[in-house]
């Protein structure tokens, strides 16, 4: 057997109570076989079941450890595949990943992203102006605040020229939005990757302190032409669409509880507390792709086989009640939950955490500080989900400024 013989959940990126096909992963099992884009998979939801796989030294993200019957059912035009078969630290395992990892680690040290603060703070109060600059009636925070602030931000750190962000931009929200023809999508991605490519160049001939400029310095010692290229797209990618899903789940889950929302508005509780219950509850990542057994494994008394695939399930390990109890589908920001996994564990914990936890909390007490009146302009289940197995957040976010 070289997957989950039967499956028994298709995830259907269209779903749209992501929450309760969450539930009913849970309590089908600590490992369920399950079905996305065509691929099977073990499914971890549970919270016990996904700190093992995620830590497992036997469950490998390289993609030559999956059977080649796995492998060949990947769809090259779905939303599993870029991620899977990307040549990044996310893939590598062991002297490959700290080789790819370790000059990162340092740029995005806690340290080093807690001295970005005044920035951040000088690029949020430029969109809050913006908004504030807005005519009356509804606006889409997800498009007007959302989206762009955390693209900013990863911009200046990376150092992506000012004059060319607007297309990276339109580019890279045509491919995360997945909307549109092959056509359209393919445009998308060549535009993308012509952008990313041509700052390396200007980088390599003339550097600059930036991110880029890091990694190119590091081209023929310890980085491959290639690695340069996949790393930076990997880290425009990486450093913002998930942030722009925290940054959405977060205000709605505030506006739709106001009792809640005066606990940090008040100064009874920190902005942090609301950005790690949002990270908890609505995990910007709803499933990740892929680990695979290096040798026959067991999880939870489950038992993976050699060359079989696992997905993590973050959204539904954020409300597991075996780990979370009463407040498990409850936003509470009054006091701390045990810590979630919604960054992953173990040597792939995610590697920009600092700053997405910086922007998430700059962001809310910018938003909410500028606005007194804020309100959602619809009721949070009229929202649409985004339709993606990976992402958990909303297409659109209209609220009314007040
Ligand atoms: C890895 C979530 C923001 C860069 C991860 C993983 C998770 C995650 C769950 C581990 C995946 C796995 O083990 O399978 C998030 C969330 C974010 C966020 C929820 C925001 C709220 C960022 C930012 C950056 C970033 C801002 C930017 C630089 C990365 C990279 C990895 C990673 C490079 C791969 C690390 C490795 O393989 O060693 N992220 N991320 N992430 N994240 Fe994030």
Same mark, same amino acid.
């Given at each position: ?7 028994r ?51 490998s993200?390289?993609v030559?450890?999956?059977? $080649? %019957? !796995?492998?060949?059912?990947l &769809?090259?035009? /779905?939303? *599993?595949?870029?991620?899977?078969? @990307? =040549?990044?630290?996310?893939? $590598? %395992? !062991?002297?490959?990943?700290? &080789?790819?990892? /370790?000059? *990162?680690?340092?740029?995005?040290s @806690? =340290? ?8 951040v ?27 762009p ?26 491919l995360?939005?997945?909307r549109?023809?092959?056509?359209r ?9 012509a ?8 980088r ?6 930036d ?15 290639g690695?340069?290229f ?40 920190p902005?942090s507390?609301?950005v ?5 509850l ?14 026959d ?13 696992v ?5 539904a ?22 810590p ?16 997405g ?14 606005f ?31």
């Amino acid at each position: 057997m070289t997957a989950p013989e039967r499956a028994r959940f298709v995830l259907d990126p269209a779903v749209r109570d992501v929450h309760g096909e969450s539930a009913r992963l849970r309590e089908a099992g600590a490992l369920v076989p399950v079905e996305v884009e065509g691929v099977r998979a073990w499914a971890a939801a549970r919270h016990a079941a996904l700190e093992a796989v995620l830590a497992h030294p036997d469950l490998s993200r390289d993609v030559r450890h999956w059977s $080649a %019957e !796995g492998r060949r059912a990947l &769809r090259a035009d /779905g939303s *599993l595949a870029p991620i899977v078969l @990307a =040549r990044t630290m996310l893939n $590598a %395992e !062991g002297e490959e990943h700290r &080789r790819l990892r /370790g000059p *990162l680690s340092r740029v995005f040290s @806690a =340290r080093r992203i807690a001295a970005m603060r005044p920035r951040v703070e000088a690029v949020t109060a430029e969109f809050v102006d913006r908004l504030a600059g807005l005519p009356p009636g509804p606006v889409d925070l997800r498009r007007e605040f959302a989206y762009p602030l955390p693209c900013e931000v990863i911009s200046d750190v990376m150092g992506i020229p000012r004059e060319r962000r607007a297309e990276l931009t339109g580019n890279d929200h045509v491919l995360t939005t997945t909307r549109g023809t092959p056509e359209r999508l393919a445009g998308a991605r060549a535009g993308r990757d012509a952008v990313i490519r041509e700052t390396v160049e200007e980088r390599r001939r003339s550097p600059a302190d930036d991110l880029i400029s890091d990694l190119v310095a590091l081209e023929g010692a310890e980085l491959t032409e290639g690695e340069v290229f996949d790393t930076v797209q990997e880290l425009y990618v990486a450093g913002h669409v998930t942030t722009v899903n925290l940054i959405t789940n977060a205000v709605r889950l505030l506006l739709a509880d106001p009792g809640q929302l005066d606990l940090v508005r008040g100064g009874e509780r920190p902005w942090s507390a609301a950005v790690e219950e949002a990270l908890r509850l609505e995990s910007p990542l709803r499933h990740f792709p892929m680990r695979y057994a290096v040798r026959d494994v067991e999880i939870c008394g489950v038992t993976v086989r050699k060359g079989e695939a696992v997905l993590a399930c973050f959204a539904a390990a954020g409300r597991d009640p075996g780990r979370y109890g009463q407040r498990a589908e409850r936003f509470d920001v009054a006091s701390d939950p045990p810590p979630h996994l919604s960054f992953g564990h173990g040597a792939h914990f995610c590697l920009g955490a600092p700053l997405g936890r910086l922007v998430g909390e700059v962001a809310l007490s910018a938003l909410f500080g500028a606005f007194p009146g804020l309100a959602l302009a619809k009721p949070p289940d009229e929202l649409d989900p985004v339709r993606s197995v990976l992402a958990l957040s909303t297409t659109s976010l209209p609220v009314l400024l007040g």
